[in-house]
């Protein structure tokens, strides 16, 4: 199923109007920033930065979680606030553009924001985590993975759990519970989240006693070569570690070739573009199943459809509301709109109860100890899923992790 990317960026953009201040990015509005809908004289309001990408490859993931963001910031205002005082969602468009990333957080800065939150790819979190960093302002990324980010910078926090983990519960599930021994392994050599997530998922899947017997970057190559490779090496299964789009196109190209093995990816998979006819076996970890009729994510899904008149896309929609959420529990407690406060308020978060799993910062650093669900497809439906415990906290493992334009 495409996606009428123009359509629904203008209702979304209509929508955004009603709660949620709108920063243009510098490259596209020249010298004017003001924003929409937003009173600078205003009292008892909290700004907190949003950047996203609503345009662009990233967009499939990043569109659902500002989504998820905003309903988030209007169901804490409708309460109330936070202590009488309203959430200002300060939304910029990063465009899917590591420089647009930047130009946006240089934008939030300049808007005195008290928090900064955002982002679903590790690449992106790089343009704009050094000036958060330098500013002092807590980050807390939605859903970039990867478990160095937090490492590198002191004020940046995960909401997500790290690609070490989700890449353990991929590897256990493919060797343990489907019996998977041999695999081909394709990254995107292009893409930190790829290169960190395939290191990741060939360390456990060996450790389990797995066999990768092909390994290749798909960057430049011939999709057909790709699939004659694969075709040749004749592996269980093959993991596939890249984004949504390189992912859509890759598994088609496999597919005309007559390649029915299970391909499995990490949660850039959870995505509209993969499902849909013609895509096969799909497996792939991701943060929730998002079910109307579930106990645990049966209230956030019912919300998010009558919100938007569809059902969450995916995963990602979860995690954008659990990150206002949780900013707005430790801005409560720290009682402050100071960004020392909150951050410290962050750092001693423990025990805080979202759609996608609990979150606890003090015991574990600042990525969370979630859960990973398996989603098994076959084209467009759902076949089967499962959660899966992390045996152990997403630390790194040494990976190198490098400042985006370096």
Partial sequence: MSINRSTIASAFFFLALIEVAIIASPATSGADHNLIGLDEASRGVVKIGAIYSLEGPQSPLDRPSARGAMLAAREINAQGGMDGRRIELVLCDAKSDPARVRECAESLLRENVSAIMGLSDTDMVLAAAPLAEEAGIPFVTSGATSPRLAEVYKVLFLACFGD?????????????????????LLVDGDMEYARLLAHY???????????IVLEAFING????????????????MIYLAAGPDEAEDLIESMRREGIDRPVFGGDSFDSPQ????????????????????????????????????????????????????L???????????????????LENTSGFKGVTGEISYLEHGRIPHKDV???????QEITASEILAP???????GSVIKEAGR
């Fill in 373 to 379: 669900t398996m989603i098994l497809l076959y084209d």
């Fill in 221 to 236: 190559s011939d999709p057909l070569n790709i699939s004659r490779a694969i075709i040749d090496a004749d592996a269980d």
């Fill in 164 to 184: 070490n983990v989700q890449a353990e519960a991929g590897a256990l599930y493919a060797y343990d519970e489907m019996g998977l021994k041999t695999c081909s």
């Fill in 391 to 397: 045996s152990k906290p997403a630390v790194s493992t």
């Fill in 327 to 345: 900013l707005s529990g430790a801005i409560n407690r720290s009682g402050s709109t100071d960004p020392a406060a909150i951050l410290l308020a």
């Fill in 274 to 325: 993969l499902r849909r006819e013609g895509m096969g076996n799909i497996v792939f970890s991701t943060h929730a199943l998002l079910d109307e009729n579930s106990s645990v994510t049966g209230e956030f899904a019912r919300a998010y459809r009558a919100e938007y008149g569809i059902a969450p896309e995916n995963a990602f929609s979860a995690l954008g509301y659990d990150t206002v959420k």
């Fill in 201 to 211: 998922f060939k360390e456990q899947y060996q450790d389990l006693g797995g066999e």
